[in-house]
Nanobody, 116 residues
């Protein structure tokens, strides 16, 4: 069974930092894409960052450029999202998503709340 488990969310003040983790299990293929989405109350879900696990290529949304960094630990089948200089608008439910063989898999999500 494919499983994605996020952790690391919490409440921080503006300007603070968090590191989110997404541990993947249940599949053996290396050719997949995995990344982070977020959804604020009343707004549509948006992509934040993703990484291609086969070649390490990454993508970051313009809104988080220069502040967020995505990375991976291949041996642990885990990706990380380091979030620095957090802003109020970064608040939302952050979910990990993997795409494998045309199928999409989602984690349960982890809440990030940024306050003034």
């Amino acid at each position: 069974e494919v499983r994605l488990v996020e952790s690391g969310g919490g409440s921080v003040q503006a300007g603070g930092a968090l590191r989110l983790s997404c541990a993947a299990s249940g599949f053996t293929f290396d050719d997949y894409a995995i990344g982070w989405f977020r959804q604020a109350p009343g707004k549509e879900r948006e992509g934040v960052s993703c990484i291609n696990n086969s070649d390490g290529r990454t993508w970051l949304a313009n809104s988080v450029q220069g502040r967020f960094t995505i990375s991976r630990d291949i041996d642990k089948s885990t990706i990380y999202l380091r979030m620095n200089s957090l802003k109020l608008e970064d608040t939302g439910d952050y979910s990990c998503k993997a795409v494998l063989m045309g199928n999409q898999y989602w984690g349960q999500g982890t809440q990030v709340t940024v306050s003034s």
